[in-house]
């Protein structure tokens, strides 16, 4: 079982930066794959960010790609996104998952955090 907390949202204007957290409880965190997912008004749930269990590899989805970047901290069980040159189509509730395969698709992850939400200013 994993419990996954995420912070680190706020409100920001446009260019600017966030860096999410996900806090992770139990002890097979390190065997899981992490994602970020993000959930806009009036939209579905999209992917944004994955990385391995090892850490060793990072994948991005193009809307975010040379903004947001992917990290994880496995001696602190956290998993970051570290987001830069925010834009107001930005403006999502943010998600961590895990999950054992490495995708982009939602439903294969197992655990969900509550999510964070990010708003971006114009």
């Known amino acids: 079982q994993v419990q996954l907390v995420e912070s680190g949202g706020g409100l920001v204007q446009a260019g600017g930066s966030l860096r999410l957290s996900c806090a992770a409880s139990?002890?097979?965190?390190?065997?899981?794959?992490m994602g970020w997912f993000r959930r806009a008004p009036g939209k579905g749930r999209e992917f944004v960010a994955r990385i391995t269990a090892s850490g060793s590899l990072t994948d991005h989805a193009d809307s975010v790609k040379g903004r947001f970047t992917i990290s994880r901290d496995s001696a602190k069980n956290t998993v970051y996104l570290q987001m830069n040159s925010l834009k107001t189509e930005d403006t999502a509730v943010y998600y961590c998952?895990?999950?054992?395969?490495?995708?982009?698709?939602?439903?294969?992850?197992?655990?969900w955090g509550q999510g964070t939400q990010v708003t971006v200013s114009s």
């Open positions: 998952a895990a999950g054992r395969s490495w995708t982009t698709w939602e439903r294969a992850y197992d655990y």
């Open positions: 139990g002890r097979t965190f390190s065997s899981y794959n």
